[in-house]
Structure formats: structure tokens, C-alpha cells
């Protein structure tokens, strides 16, 4: 059965985005970025709410193009690019822009369960606060992954805003980012 993982970059505070929602203090460098393919390898779908998907889907197809890209650039472009996106919100009207998108209003955990229970590799949400608290509170998360940046923003967007429940986490490893003091902790859901 393939695993729903949740990764968010987080400052040492907590804070997943600023209070702006800016994320320009997370700390992306070759070493990340051979994470993030490493990372990839083993993922064939990504869950996003709204504002994730529009930040994503704004970047990730030009970027393939862009000449300033580095070849890791370029690859996990191609990679988000040709993968199935699952998007939830109930403003968005049309995601046929971006290749591979899918809408939904609801989050369905049977439906979601199905997606599970498919053949593939795992599927991931990446940022998206809500639908990660969402996910959470419907136990529908398996693991947890934060990037925990040497920053303190000192005010900004907590991750887990109204979950309404505590949850118990089985540390699965730690990873320390040497070039940029980033450390990786991932968690099992109990």
C-alpha cells in the first residue's frame, strides 16, 4: 500500500511561511536540491491546497525552460511537471493549466483511501497547512517529514493552526544538512 507523507520546510519557531505567507528564508542549495530528487525517486503523486498549487504551478513548468536553471532544477521540474497533482479548494474553478492536475472541493477519505490502496509509489503533500491538518485529523497522513531551517522568523504561519486533536509520532530518522544547517527529522504516525 502506498503512504500519504506530508513534507513542510519549518523555521526553528514552527512556522511553516511567514506572516505574509513569504517563504523566502527557506534554504535551497545543490545539497537540497539532491534531496529533493533523491526524495522524488519514490513519490508519483502530490496533494497541494490552493495557494501551494498556484505557487508551484506559477514556477515549476517555466522553469523547466529557464536557461538560469541548474540541471537539478530542470529535473525536479520535469519530474512535478509529468506527475499527477491533487488539488483541494473551494475558490479554485479550472487547473487544466498545469498537465496532470486534478480538482477536488472535498476531501473524500474513502476516495483517498482508494488512492492508497492503488499501484504506484507514495503520494505527498507538499505545504498546504490546511489540507495537512485536514489530512491529519482524518489519520490519513503515514509520515511525517520537516525540514527545520537554521531561521527564527519570530511570527509567521504555524502548520498545524485548529487541529483539534494531538497525535503521538514514531521518529524515523534525522538528517543533517551540512552546507546549509537544515536538519530533516521524519516521523511515522503512531
Avoid at 512556522?15 to 505574509?20: R, T
Avoid at 515549476?60 to 499527477?84: L, M, V
Wanted: some cysteine; glycine content about 8%.
Amino acid at each position: 500500500m502506498r503512504k500519504i507523507r506530508m513534507f513542510n520546510m519549518i523555521s526553528v519557531d514552527g512556522f511553516f511561511a511567514g506572516e505574509d505567507g513569504n517563504i523566502d528564508w527557506h534554504t535551497v542549495d545543490d545539497e537540497f536540491n539532491a534531496f529533493a530528487i533523491e526524495n522524488m525517486s519514490s513519490v508519483d503523486t502530490y496533494i497541494f491546497g490552493r495557494v501551494t498549487y498556484q505557487l508551484f504551478a506559477s514556477y515549476w513548468p517555466e522553469a523547466i525552460k529557464d536557461p538560469a536553471s541548474n540541471d537539478e532544477e530542470r529535473h525536479i521540474g520535469k519530474t512535478i511537471n509529468d506527475a499527477r497533482k491533487i488539488v483541494f479548494s473551494k475558490t479554485l474553478k479550472d487547473v487544466s493549466g498545469w498537465a496532470g492536475s486534478e480538482l477536488y472541493s472535498d476531501i473524500d477519505p474513502a476516495e483517498v483511501k482508494k488512492w492508497k490502496a492503488q499501484d504506484g509509489k507514495d503520494l505527498i503533500i507538499f505545504g498546504s497547512g490546511s489540507i495537512v491538518c485536514q489530512f491529519t485529523e482524518l489519520g490519513l497522513i503515514d509520515e511525517y517529514g520537516f525540514m527545520v531551517s537554521p531561521v527564527i522568523l519570530g511570527a509567521g504561519k504555524p502548520l498545524f493552526t485548529g487541529l483539534d486533536m494531538s497525535l503521538k509520532l514514531k521518529l524515523l530518522s534525522a538528517r543533517e544538512f551540512k552546507s546549509n544547517g537544515n536538519v530533516l527529522l521524519t516521523y511515522a504516525a503512531k
